[in-house]
């Protein structure tokens, strides 16, 4: 490898910047951040609020983006665990030998 990676530092240009660039987007995909809520429940559990360090223009921001998309909020849980069942489709497949 270190002998390829000679050759193509001497004919390619820029080629050492573009192989750390590919190497810091192979370790993006191994950690998957969480979807972070913007709201919790109270202590007692009987009010939703926002969470600590959220504004109200970011919880305004996201509400605007769930409106656009035009679905009710059981159509995006459909379309959630629909996903989950594809995928888990696809690693039975690819599993099967």
């Given at each position: 490898?270190?002998?390829?990676?000679?050759?193509?530092?001497?004919?390619?240009?820029?080629?050492?910047?573009?192989?750390?660039?590919?190497?810091?987007?192979?370790?993006?995909?191994?950690?998957?951040?969480?979807?972070?809520?913007?709201?919790?429940?109270?202590?007692?559990?009987?009010?939703?609020?926002?969470?600590?360090?959220?504004?109200?223009?970011?919880?305004?921001?996201?509400?605007?983006?769930?409106?656009?998309?035009?679905?009710?909020?059981?159509?995006?849980?459909?379309?959630?665990?629909?996903?989950?069942?594809?995928?888990?489709r696809v690693k039975k497949y690819e599993s099967?030998?």
């Amino acid at each position: 490898m270190r002998g390829m990676d000679y050759m193509m530092k001497q004919t390619v240009p820029y080629y050492s910047h573009a192989k750390k660039a590919m190497k810091a987007n192979q370790s993006r995909g191994k950690h998957k951040k969480q979807p972070r809520t913007l709201t919790e429940y109270t202590e007692s559990g009987k009010k939703a609020v926002l969470r600590h360090g959220v504004t109200v223009n970011q919880a305004a921001r996201k509400l605007y983006e769930y409106e656009q998309t035009g679905l009710s909020p059981k159509e995006i849980v459909d379309l959630i665990q629909r996903a989950e069942n594809l995928t888990e489709r696809v690693k039975k497949y690819e599993s099967w030998d």
